[in-house]
């Protein structure tokens, strides 16, 4: 008869270095996680303290006689690249798979709070100064929307074929922040993804050829 007796030491052995293997993976997926978010938070703080040293500089051109319009251009075009910088970063941080999110969150309030005051900043360049520079508000939402991926990689798609002539300025609407409902409300947003395109508000999904269209007819 063969002996079908279970060897128990072995068997707790495969347990505990199983446990052991799990919590190094773990514990090094919580590490990179955490790296990722203080590189993320570091480059936000980063682009908070420029852009308040820019607004002290819009404020005393405002009040002296000045080139005005210059410093908000000024103001406008050295945001706009830092601004992409972050985008990407987001938009690689979501897409990969995340463990915490409560620090991430703060972070990323920080970031649509720094896209809404280029959008405002952009406005005012736009009708102070004459110059134009066609900007795409995208709300969006993670847990309600279908096609709000497909969304993000058009819109990639289209920043990158027409370049520092476009800023999109992708907003998260499940953060539930004051200032980006007030603008969902202002621009009547009725569903995910919405794209408000220099004012002009459009509901649900456009794609690549539609977009270039819409583009074109502002051009």
Known sequence: MVDRRVDWEYLVLAFFATAAIMSIVLFTGLQLNET????????VKQVEVEQKSR?????FA??????KCKAIKDWVNST?????NLRQ???AYESSKKLD???YELVKKRYMNLLIQNIIE??????QCGEQKIDIIYFYSKEDCDRCRDQGTVLTAIRRNYKDDIMVYPLDTDLGMENIQFMESYYNVQKYPSLVVQGEVYNGFRTREELNQIINEIN
């Open 89 to 91: 970063q987001v938009a």
């Open 101 to 103: 999110t409560d620090q």
């Open 55 to 59: 607004d002290l500089g819009l404020q």
């Open 36 to 43: 990722k978010i203080n590189s993320l938070r570091d480059d």
């Open 122 to 127: 952009t406005r005012k360049m736009e009708s």
């Open 62 to 67: 405002e009040n002296v006689e000045g080139d």
């Open 80 to 84: 706009d690249s830092k601004l992409e």
